[in-house]
């Protein structure tokens, strides 16, 4: 969890800095939200700082609620110590104020904050990095036979050397293959939950495309994209599900709006937001082998050339992906780039180039005999001038 600016905090809410939760003591309140408190707290016992989720009152007595916290427990238990980029849980306490999840404590900031501060797009090769490393992260939860359902900017926090923790597993769900409706954001839930189709991992690949494409264009463009939708905050939630739901309209290729980015990298994430599941990478393992087969260190991609360095705020070495297991690597090296693309010239483009050669060639031969032969007649002038004063001093002289 990271930590949110508290003047934006609903005073009188909660617990407040100093009071305990079981043995720990209040910090402070990280963020509210509709369902649930988090909290930054401190654990004596242990000395270190941790993050506290509590579902909201409102909520504490809902059966369905307690049990879905619970499901989110168990989750994170068992992924938290199987994948790096996964929240992990420490303990879950429960008593007559509430039931509570004490989880990692992750210092950093989420890429909505990211987002929102920085409308511009997000640095390639720092993109690159946390979608690879997310993809690696979702291929771990959907082999555990889990989907999480609400991938979006606020609930994946940046730590430091660009690590990407993804957080709240709130309405995840079994791969059952049958959907149901879930209330995650609207703006990067994939289109097979709202019509009721056939639900797998490729939904989270849906949501993490989505958050790449915003990624690479930069907020204000992608708000200039979907101006319509974003115009109304109090519809905008509606406007989004229509938008995802519907087959015949689609987001501009990332290439287009921002030219600095890879037609490559462009056409992956196209593949990951296409409205037909049945449309994108097979899983997520599929999605890493494109990455890795296009970026990385000598690749040789069709249609581009793409620098590959270490990326911002990493150790040079390489990073892996396990894949039925196979360590697939994704390798990154300081100073290392794909080679310069050589230009390509069309028949007529070369037999142009040619025949201008050519003409400057004679051009220079011309030029060059034209000067010869004005140095010829100057010396010729000079020299009958000098014969003509030798005959004139002659003949004055008598003899």
């Not at 649930?36 to 989720?53: E, M």
Request: charged share 25%; with cysteine.
């Amino acid at each position: 969890m990271t930590n949110t600016n508290k003047s934006n905090l609903a005073e009188g809410i909660g617990y407040q800095p100093g009071e305990e939760i079981g043995r720990y003591e209040v910090v402070s309140r990280i963020a509210i939200g509709g369902q649930s408190i988090i909290y930054k707290c401190h654990d004596p016992a242990l000395d270190r700082i941790v993050a506290i989720k509590q579902i909201s009152t409102h909520l504490a007595e809902d059966k369905m609620f307690l049990d879905r916290f619970r499901t989110e427990a168990q989750i994170l238990a068992k992924l938290g110590a199987e994948q790096p980029e996964v929240v992990t849980i420490h303990d879950l306490l429960e008593n007559r104020q509430g039931l509570f999840i004490v989880m990692e404590y992750v210092d950093g900031i989420s890429i909505e904050r990211t987002l929102a501060s920085n409308p511009g797009p997000v640095e390639l090769k720092a993109t690159l990095q946390i979608l690879w490393r997310l993809c690696s992260a979702l291929h771990t939860v959907h082999s555990a036979g889990v989907i999480h359902r609400d991938i979006k900017p606020s609930n994946i926090i940046i730590a430091d050397g660009l690590r990407p923790m993804i957080t709240d597993f709130g309405v995840a769900a079994t791969s059952s293959g049958e959907a149901s409706m879930v209330m995650g954001t609207t703006k990067y839930m994939a289109p097979e939950l709202f019509t009721g189709g056939y639900v797998d991992g490729r939904a989270d690949m849906y949501s993490l495309g989505f958050i790449a494409y915003e990624m690479l264009v930069g907020r204000e463009k992608f708000n200039e994209i979907f101006a319509d939708i974003v115009r109304d905050r109090t519809a905008e939630k509606v406007r989004w599900m229509k938008w995802h739901s519907n087959p015949k309209v689609s987001a501009p290729p990332p290439h287009e709006v921002n030219p600095g980015i890879p037609i490559t990298l462009s056409n992956i994430v196209l593949r990951m937001i296409a409205k037909d599941s049945e449309q994108r990478f097979v899983g997520m393992e599929d999605l890493g082998r494109a990455i890795k087969q296009t970026f990385r260190p000598g690749a040789k991609a069709a249609g581009a050339s793409v620098p590959v360095a270490t990326p911002v705020g990493s150790e040079a070495g390489s990073m892996s992906m396990d894949i039925n297991g196979e360590r697939i690597p994704f390798e990154t090296e300081d100073a290392l780039t794909a080679p310069v693309p050589k230009h390509k010239f069309s028949l007529r483009a070369k037999v142009s180039m040619a025949v201008a050669a050519l003409l400057l060639i004679v051009g220079a031969l011309v030029v060059r005999g034209w000067m010869t032969g004005q140095e010829v007649i100057i010396e010729k002038v000079t020299a009958k001038k000098a014969y003509e004063t030798a005959r004139d001093a002659y003949k004055s002289g008598g003899d």
